[in-house]
């Protein structure tokens, strides 16, 4: 267990052409985050195509399971050690349909986290998942949300229950949504005592321009660190367990 852990959360402006120069992307920004000493990398919802549903009518918007396109993400996990959090629409061996994290770890492995709480025209994309997935690094916990899950303070709660010191959300949030953002970050870490911390979706969507502000909240509920702007920005920060203790 460590005293620290070095976080890194990349606002990312999806590139057009699809997962695989999405990875490509992913990978030099991966290397960016090592540059800064990161032990763990989490970028938006839907991160390797964007957040365009419409994409997902092709085939091959869609992941399975041991993907060939994301060798090279698993090579940049294997190298430097870094544990990497992917926004993708994923199916299931059966068929299921996820809107997911990815999670991969330096091992070769890769997990899951799925959203449970699906919001518009999502619901007729997906299928919904089952409260937030936790995973350990450095005997740190760290659940992980998708977006709408942040506003649903049952989902935190439950995360915090299984002992989750980080509540990493993958998002996107649009203009006018900035007190929103901070609100909902803010009133998950502070209501569960844990850190909060947001990868939100840069440059223009479907759903509109990004409102930016991807960053840190601490137990307190008081921001710590968010991006300067609405482009691809890699926002890092060091998380003290220390801050943890003041209030558990």
Known sequence: ????LTVSVVQYKALEGGIVP???EHVRLVEDAESHGARLVVFPELSLTGYNLALLAA????LQRDDPR???LHEIC????ITVVAGAAHREPDGTPRLASLVIHPDGTTGFGFKTHLHGQEREAFAAGDGAVVIELDGWKIALAICFDAAVPAHSTGAAQAGADIYAVSALYTQAEERRLGLHLGARAMDNRMFA???NLGGSTALGPSCGLSGFWGPDGFEMKTAAGT???VVTAILQRSALRKFR
Do not use: I, K, P
């Open 22 to 24: 999405n990875v490509q």
């Open 197 to 199: 911390l947001l990868a």
């Open 59 to 62: 085939d091959d918007s869609w």
């Open 1 to 4: 267990m460590t005293d620290a």
């Open 70 to 72: 994301l060798a090279d």
């Open 78 to 81: 294997r190298r430097t050690g």
């Open 231 to 233: 482009g691809t920005e």
